[in-house]
């Protein structure tokens, strides 16, 4: 079993930076974020292997956001926002390794969920 808290969201002008981070209290394996727009799925935004050693992004986030782990902690470092960049930010977390990068951005490969936090970029 695991728990985890989120912590980081706010409001931000577009263009600015936000560090969400995630405590996991028990085992903890692979980590991600995902997010939910309101009216939209919850959508894969970033992932991290267990050892930290692979990171895993969306298309829309590659070379903004950067994804990192110490041992049970993921942060989640947030550049350039955008207004699309609106959601609830969800931390997740696996309950077993992943052998395939496939895993990384299902939702149902992970069994623990944070309660969320939001994120909103105001132009």
């Known amino acids: 079993q695991a728990q985890l808290v989120e912590s980081g969201g706010g409001l931000v002008q577009t263009g600015g930076s936000l560090r969400l981070s995630c405590v996991a209290s028990?085992?903890?394996?692979?980590m991600s974020w995902f997010r939910q727009a309101p009216g939209k799925e919850r959508e894969f935004v970033a992932a991290?292997?267990?050892?930290?050693?692979n990171a895993y992004y969306t298309d829309s986030v590659k070379g903004r956001f950067t994804i990192s782990r110490d041992k049970n902690t993921v942060h989640l470092q947030m550049d350039a926002l955008k207004s699309e960049d609106t959601a609830v930010y969800y931390c997740a977390a696996a309950a077993q390794t992943f052998s395939s990068r496939t895993y990384f951005s299902q939702r149902h490969q992970y069994a623990y969920w944070g309660q969320g936090t939001q994120v909103t970029v105001s132009s």
């Open positions: 991290v292997s267990w050892n930290g050693a």
């Open positions: 028990g085992r903890a394996f692979s």
